[in-house]
């Protein structure tokens, strides 16, 4: 059964600063994995979708890589700002489950 | 076209209510999902349809739980006899067929029973 690990569950940062935030899944045969951002009681807005071919997708201030084989992506924030803070959740398709399956997302605080 | 769409974007209910709520997904998008997310969660899978087959259920899709895509366009949602516990976001997203497309998500449904 995929399971997917996001860490941290939280973050703080001052404005300005460029963060990395992390996701893991356990079945590598994933066709695609996809980056939300989540503000509170929103519904999800797609960031980045990678597919399985590629190593990284970059839109804006924000690249998304992904390394199949070690089960890994990460997001990378360049100089944060404080409409960035929402949550940012990860998820995959394929593997064991023919649907998307997600974390439980890391909790972005961008501090003026 | 405006992306998918949900409504009620909020639904206060009485435990032991019937409630239903609807998700017009993008129109060239033949797959349409329905999610579940409660607080601090991720969003957890319920069912799907292509077209107007529903091609899989969640195990969290209890008999009180029923999805319907009629003319595979617009779909419904109804929980009969609510529950605290079913207190969550439903979340309904769209995409084209096929393993390269991603998902596009509406805003949503906020369910709270009372």
């Known amino acids: 059964k995929q399971e997917v690990t996001q860490i941290p569950a939280a973050l703080s940062v001052p404005e300005g600063e460029n963060l990395v935030l992390n996701c893991s899944f356990t079945?590598?045969?994933?066709?695609?994995l996809q980056w939300f951002r989540q503000d509170p009681g929103k519904g999800l807005t797609s960031l980045l979708l990678i597919q399985s071919s590629q190593r990284e997708q970059t839109s804006g201030r924000l690249n998304a890589s992904l390394d199949k084989s070690s089960g890994r992506s990460t997001l990378y924030i360049a100089a944060s700002q404080p409409g960035d803070s929402a949550t940012y959740l990860c998820?995959?398709?394929?593997?064991?489950?023919?649907?998307?399956?997600f974390g439980k997302g890391t909790k972005l605080s961008v501090k003026p | 076209d405006t992306g998918v769409s949900q409504n009620p974007r909020h639904k206060i209910t009485k435990r032991g209510q019937n409630v239903t709520f609807r998700c017009d997904p993008i129109s060239e998008h033949n797959r349409l999902y329905w999610y579940r997310q409660t607080l601090g969660q991720g969003p957890e899978f319920l069912t799907y349809f292509q077209n107007e087959a529903q091609l899989e259920k969640s195990r969290l899709l209890s008999d009180r739980f029923s999805a319907e895509r009629p003319k595979g366009s617009f779909s419904t949602l109804e929980i009969q006899r609510t529950e605290q516990g079913d207190s969550a976001m439903y979340l309904c997203?769209?995409?084209?067929?096929?393993?390269?497309?991603?998902?596009?998500f509406g805003s949503g449904t906020r369910l709270t029973v009372v």
């Open positions: 997203a769209s995409s084209l067929p096929g393993r390269i497309h991603g998902y596009t």
């Open positions: 079945d590598s045969a994933i066709y695609n």
């Open positions: 998820a995959v398709y394929g593997g064991s489950q023919g649907n998307l399956i």
